[in-house]
């Protein structure tokens, strides 16, 4: 069979585009804008955010076990510390840990629209009010 003009391969799938945002975390993503994220920042530098991905990462013994320490580790790291640098510097180091808390004056809780009920939301609600 002879061909007639230039052969031709085409596909039949749609090739989706990747988009990929630019924004200095994901706070900036769910807000929806770098604009609405600086209003809240501006208005409320001391904010805490909660978000579903977040708190679904919490494990049973109230410690996030992605992004930081669970309670297992945080023992280790002390014991760590205090072979290192004695008890006074262990206590000192694992303050400053457990205070990641003290700078926020505000809890806000990004509400995502799916898969979600009120569990994480009353999670966060005692979370911010423990700390």
């Given at each position: 069979?002879?061909?007639?003009?230039?052969?031709?391969?085409?596909?039949?799938?749609?090739?989706?585009?990747?988009?990929?945002?630019?924004?200095?975390?994901?706070?900036?993503?769910?807000?929806?804008?770098?604009?609405?994220?600086?209003?809240?920042?501006?208005?409320?530098?001391?904010?805490?955010?909660?978000?579903?991905?977040y708190l679904e990462r919490y494990s049973s013994d109230n410690t996030v076990t992605l992004g930081a320490a669970s309670q297992a580790t945080l023992d280790d790291a002390y014991k760590e510390y205090v072979e290192k640098y004695g008890k006074g510097n262990a206590d000192y180091l694992m303050n400053v840990v457990g205070s990641r808390h003290h700078h926020y004056t505000r809890a806000a809780y990004i509400h995502m629209d799916y898969n979600e009920d009120d569990a994480f939301e009353q999670h966060a609600k005692r979370d911010a009010s423990e700390h």
């Open positions: 069979m002879d061909y007639v003009g230039k052969p031709h391969i085409a596909s039949r799938l749609a090739i989706p585009r990747l988009v990929i945002p630019r924004a200095h975390d994901c706070i900036t993503l769910y807000l929806g804008s770098r604009q609405r994220y600086l209003e809240q920042f501006n208005t409320h530098p001391g904010t805490y955010w909660y978000s579903l991905d």
